[in-house]
């Protein structure tokens, strides 16, 4: 789960740093997948019993999924 979260801001800021838009947007679509990542991860933790409660973090990760 760590590595998923470091990875949204991680590849939004090596995309930024690229050349053109369109690398950009390649990067975004990375980030866009591990966030993804995150949200499946959350929720096998709490169906394993890991977590009780990720509505409020769910809530979280499906406004940023909008920006």
Do not use: H, W
Not at 28 to 56: M, W
């Amino acid at each position: 789960m760590r590595r998923s979260a470091v990875s949204i801001p991680s590849n939004i800021a090596e995309g930024s740093g690229r050349n053109s838009s369109k690398e950009f947007v390649q990067f975004l679509y990375i980030a866009l997948g591990s966030i993804n990542e995150l949200e499946t991860q959350l929720i096998i933790a709490q169906e394993v019993g890991y977590l009780q409660d990720i509505i409020a973090i769910r809530n979280k990760i499906l406004e940023i999924k909008k920006c």
